[in-house]
């Protein structure tokens, strides 16, 4: 059964970087899509960044894009999401998911089928 972990959260002052990690297990497949999606609090979760694993394309919110990277290991079992110059803003739960490959990406959470457990972000001076 497919699972996936985050971990690499934490407490940060603005404008610095943390990375996080997406350790996943279970796939049956190599061709699938994994995410990365935020939920502040009183806000609904929102996506953050995808990535495709047939032909490495990704997929960046606006308010995130030129700060964040998705990344994957050659081994295709971790997942990463570089995230630089932190701002107040990008306080909230992250959370990885994964989908089985479809040709257009999405950031929308309802495209997502398996889901980590989250790790806490907080950027805070």
């Known amino acids: 059964q497919l699972q996936l972990v985050e971990s690499g959260g934490g407490l940060v002052q603005p404008g610095r970087s943390l990375r996080l990690s997406c350790a996943a297990s279970g796939f049956t497949s190599d061709r699938y899509i994994i995410g990365w999606f935020r939920q502040a609090p009183g806000k609904e979760r929102e996506g953050v960044s995808c990535l495709s694993t047939v032909d490495h394309s990704t997929v960046y919110a606006d308010s995130v894009r030129g700060r964040f990277t998705i990344s994957r290991d050659n081994a295709g079992t971790t997942a990463y999401l570089q995230m630089n110059s932190l701002k107040p803003e990008d306080t909230g739960i992250y959370y990885c998911?994964?989908?089985?490959?479809?040709?257009?990406?999405?950031?929308?959470?309802?495209?997502?089928?398996?889901w980590g457990q989250g790790t806490q972000v907080t950027v805070s001076s």
């Open positions: 998911a994964a989908d089985p490959w479809r040709l257009a990406l999405s950031l929308d959470p309802e495209d997502f089928r398996r």
